[in-house]
């Protein structure tokens, strides 16, 4: 069964001019939502999405309209062009574009660059806009080009000049004196895609066969889950999660089923049955090891390894190659770039590894080893390791002794994340008096 198709009128917005290096990145911005209509008049503009944005599909979907209304549009899988130049459209054709470079019109190119799983260095993406820049060299100044990317990916890249050398315009002029690069070139354009609203959610819930939207909408602002539904690659799981149970139940049940329903995809039926628990299990260690290392960056097999990467292979010992592979194509980890992945959430990321670390305090030794990973003591007092402070509101709901220790340390640890609605009232009956006399004895 192919996929829904669902048409939002998505809103951007226009990063803050004359922000330093890659502050141009920031999330934050003064200015208003912009619509497709506002951005295309531009003849560079570079979109940034995270993972599961939806970039591609609205690229795509742009290119198709434009299309539609009379207009030369073309839509380009970056990866495709240092291979096959001629088989890299999807929207529109070779023959239309050979057509464009001896016409006097005008034409949108949208340079999708969101599979980078097939770009095996950063220069990779740079080869493809150099061959891209190469065919259209006539014909840049009719050339209205459009290039979505993640953060990481672009972020890779040497400089962002790239586009002024490769796909110059009169309209982009690098300022004097700054040659390398740090500063953003002058009429280059860049917007954030930003992430669904209420009314959005529930038109992709209704397009996804949710019956009832706005008790769905209801559920997810209660669960404290808006933060997902707004990334439309999430908003599926969400809706299948309710479809299925009719309800999202707490905090720890929705992201539980999340990861199981993402970590056995819904794919052809296939005699080989999924080992949920074993693809668990390695995930929840490949969490540890980056909640312990601090290093985001995971090396797929056949990846190239280097210091900020960990190698999936060290790691997880009881996958093969072949698994593995499979297991970080999955929809818990991003999509690959250069051969290396992260986890898509970071709430995911820590109750997996809170998994890991209940795993190991079924025995002494095991037990040891996180209570020392959780708590120290320092000038005389117990203390908790920050490292560790964002797994343990997911850490308590395993262990009564850990929940015990933590809770007396520091009350505020289990309402600041995790599932407190998993505790038992008792628990949190304590827990809230506690914080209510520490908020007394400080205003007294």
């Known amino acids: 069964m192919s996929a829904k198709v669902v048409t939002l009128l998505r809103r951007f917005v226009q990063s803050k001019p004359g922000l330093e290096q890659w502050a141009f990145l920031d999330r934050s911005s003064d200015t208003k939502p912009l619509r497709w209509h506002d951005i295309i008049g531009g003849y560079r503009t570079l979109v940034l999405a995270q993972p599961g944005a939806g970039k591609t599909f609205e690229a795509k979907a742009q290119a198709t309209s434009l299309c539609e209304q009379g207009k030369l549009a073309f839509f380009i899988r970056l990866e495709f062009l240092r291979n096959d130049f001629?088989?890299?459209?999807?929207?529109?054709?070779?023959?239309?574009?050979?057509?464009?470079?001896?016409?006097?019109?005008?034409?949108?190119?949208?340079?999708?660059?969101?599979?980078?799983?097939?770009?095996?260095?950063?220069?990779?993406?740079?080869?493809?806009?150099?061959?891209?820049?190469?065919?259209?060299?006539?014909?840049?100044?009719?050339?209205?080009?459009?290039?979505?990317?993640?953060?990481?990916?672009?972020?890779?890249?040497?400089?962002?000049?790239?586009?002024?050398?490769?796909?110059?315009?009169?309209?982009?002029?690098?300022?004097?004196?700054?040659?390398?690069?740090?500063?953003?070139?002058?009429?280059?354009?860049?917007?954030?895609?930003?992430?669904?609203?209420?009314?959005?959610?529930?038109?992709?819930?209704?397009?996804?066969?949710?019956?009832?939207?706005?008790?769905?909408?209801?559920?997810?602002?209660?669960?404290?889950?808006?933060?997902?539904?707004?990334?439309?690659?999430?908003?599926?799981?969400?809706?299948?999660?309710?479809?299925?149970?009719?309800?999202?139940?707490?905090?720890?049940?929705?992201?539980?089923?999340?990861?199981?329903?993402?970590?056995?995809?819904?794919?052809?039926?296939?005699?080989?049955?999924?080992?949920?628990?074993?693809?668990?299990?390695?995930?929840?260690?490949?969490?540890?090891?980056?909640?312990?290392?601090?290093?985001?960056?995971?090396?797929?097999?056949?990846?190239?390894?280097?210091?900020?990467?960990?190698?999936?292979?060290?790691?997880?010992?009881?996958?093969?190659?072949?698994?593995?592979?499979?297991?970080?194509?999955?929809?818990?980890?991003?999509?690959?770039v250069y051969g290396a992945v992260r986890f898509r959430h970071r709430e995911v990321r820590e109750l997996l590894t809170a998994e890991w670390a209940a795993s190991l305090l079924g025995s002494a030794a095991g037990r040891q080893i996180i209570e020392d990973l959780s708590i120290r003591e320092r000038y005389g007092e117990r203390v908790l390791v920050p490292r560790m402070r964002p797994i343990l509101p997911w850490l308590i709901l395993h262990d009564e002794r850990i929940r015990d220790q933590v809770m007396e340390i520091d009350p505020t640890v289990a309402p600041a994340g995790g599932d407190p609605a998993k505790l038992p009232l008792s628990v949190r009956q304590d827990m809230l008096q506690s914080i209510v006399d520490d908020i007394a004895e400080r205003f007294t």
């Open 86 to 336: 001629e088989q890299a459209f999807e929207v529109g054709t070779a023959e239309q574009f050979a057509d464009w470079l001896t016409s006097e019109k005008e034409a949108w190119f949208f340079l999708d660059s969101v599979d980078e799983a097939q770009l095996d260095a950063p220069n990779a993406l740079e080869d493809a806009l150099r061959i891209f820049g190469r065919r259209i060299w006539q014909s840049l100044e009719r050339a209205h080009i459009c290039i979505t990317s993640r953060d990481d990916a672009w972020q890779a890249l040497p400089a962002r000049r790239l586009v002024y050398e490769y796909l110059p315009h009169g309209s982009i002029q690098l300022e004097e004196g700054n040659k390398d690069g740090h500063r953003p070139a002058d009429g280059m354009q860049v917007f954030r895609l930003q992430g669904l609203n209420i009314d959005e959610i529930r038109m992709f819930a209704v397009h996804q066969g949710v019956p009832d939207d706005k008790a769905f909408v209801a559920e997810l602002k209660r669960r404290s889950l808006l933060a997902f539904a707004e990334n439309p690659f999430d908003l599926i799981a969400l809706t299948r999660v309710w479809t299925v149970d009719q309800t999202l139940g707490t905090r720890l049940d929705v992201l539980n089923r999340m990861i199981d329903l993402q970590l056995n995809p819904v794919r052809k039926p296939s005699l080989v049955k999924v080992d949920v628990a074993r693809r668990r299990t390695a995930a929840a260690r490949l969490a540890a090891a980056v909640t312990m290392t601090g290093k985001t960056k995971i090396c797929c097999p056949g990846g190239t390894m280097s210091d900020e990467r960990i190698d999936c292979r060290d790691v997880v010992r009881n996958l093969d190659e072949v698994e593995l592979a499979t297991l970080l194509d999955l929809g818990i980890f991003d999509d690959k």
